[in-house]
C-alpha cells in the first residue's frame, strides 16, 4: 500500500486526467477542487463572526427642488 504513489504511478494518473478531461478542462476542476477543498475547511472551524455592516453614507447634497413644500 505504500508503494502508491511512486512518480510512475502519478504521471500515469495525470496522462489518463488528460485524456479523459482535455487540456481545456482541467484547469477548471483543479480550480473548483481547491474552492470545494477551502470551503471543507472553513466549515470544519466552525461558525465565524459575521462581517461588520459597511458603514453608513449620509447624503449631503442639496435638494433638487427649491419650491418649498406646501401642507396639505
Do not use: W, Y
Not at 472551524?45 to 419650491?67: F, L, M, R, Y
Amino acid at each position: 500500500m505504500g508503494d502508491l504513489l511512486q512518480p510512475t504511478h502519478l504521471i500515469i494518473i495525470g496522462i489518463l486526467l488528460l485524456v479523459l478531461f482535455g487540456a481545456k478542462r482541467l484547469p477548471e476542476l483543479g480550480k473548483g477542487l481547491g474552492e470545494g477543498l477551502k470551503g471543507f475547511k472553513d466549515g470544519l472551524k466552525g461558525p465565524q463572526d459575521p462581517p461588520a455592516p459597511p458603514p453608513v453614507q449620509q447624503n449631503t447634497s442639496a435638494p433638487t427642488s427649491s419650491a418649498p413644500i406646501e401642507p396639505k
